[in-house]
């Protein structure tokens, strides 16, 4: 076995990724404080092709020197806009077509394993702040919640990584690439 060098990677320039099929997913962050946290998103966001991330509140946007540090220059190549409300975002979401699905613990969710998102579907996913989740008001509004399965104690993940996994599961059922 060898590793593949970077080069061998086949890795699109800014402008090809910018004009290639996305994967009909929006992510929201709701109030995320770490600009670490937003800047991993934005990287994964790039990986699986993600249509754009919307960065709720008080979420950092860029330019920033935190993200950046994360996102490896991924915050240039994901649209994403601001929205100061996440119940506005969410509403202009649905008024746009999109099944809005927060990621939180939640009465009535349905498990990431259990889930299957469907193809002629345009999803929309909160994801929330690393103390609180996604805000009630959010969840209220969203058309239902999806979980994340776990075994340990903590039952909880860091909003990036939670991110990175349900991320994954979308990508894989979703991809315009696959």
Known sequence: MRKILNEELGRPTAAEFAAMPKMPVVVVLDNVRS???????????DAFAVERIILCGITATPPSREIHKTALGAEQTVAWEYAASTGACIDELHAAGY?????EQVEGAVMLDRFA???????????GNEVEGVGQEAVDRCDGAIEIPQAGTKHSLNVSVSGGVVLWRFFDRMSPKR
């Open 117 to 127: 998102p469907e193809e002629d579907v345009r999803y929309a996913l909160v994801f």
């Open 99 to 103: 099944t809005v699905l927060a990621v």
């Open 35 to 45: 600009s670490q946290n937003v800047g991993a998103f934005f990287r994964t966001g």
